[in-house]
């Protein structure tokens, strides 16, 4: 399963690059990837479980919050990255995240519900390995 989603974003990733030298933009391609994605997962419910297409009018935002700002900026977000820099550095960023945020929250809201330690090690040893691994393919 891991290599499997590692796979899938090294593709992604191929298709980001490609596309965005035929063209079209980060927004663009985002948008691209979200319809598509929303396009699928429509036609995948309505044929397995269609219960799951319908949502309460007060549930709504939560939709829209999750689906439009959520995914569709961490899409446009991830793209810009890959076109402005390299695949492995938007990998790196995009694997740190969670400790990014965990950090961050400590210092924004006083929310102290991890050890410290593990949330620097983790980010450590990933920085490190993408690190050697990047020396190793230049």
């Keep these: 399963m891991i290599v499997c989603a590692g796979t899938l974003w ?3 990733g ?3 690059r490609s596309l965005s030298e035929a063209g079209l933009n980060a927004l663009q391609i985002a948008g691209a990837r979200c319809l598509v994605t929303a396009i699928i997962l429509f036609f995948f419910l309505l044929l397995t479980n269609r219960k799951y297409l319908k949502i309460k009018l007060r549930d709504s ?3 829209i919050g999750t ?3 959520s995914i ?3 899409n446009v977000f991830y793209f810009i990255c890959i076109s402005k820099s390299t ?3 938007a990998s790196i960023l995009l694997y740190t995240s969670p400790c990014f945020i965990i950090i961050l929250s400590y ?3 006083g929310t102290a519900h991890y050890n410290k330690r593990n949330c620097y090690n983790s980010c450590f040893c990933r920085m490190h390995v993408c ?3 990047y020396r190793r393919w230049k």
């Design 131 to 133: 690190y050697r691994n």
């Design 67 to 69: 689906g439009v700002f």
């Design 14 to 16: 191929l298709f980001s």
């Design 10 to 12: 090294g593709i992604i």
């Design 87 to 89: 695949l492995a550095i």
């Design 107 to 109: 210092f924004f809201s």
């Design 72 to 74: 569709a900026l961490f």
């Design 61 to 63: 935002w939560i939709f």
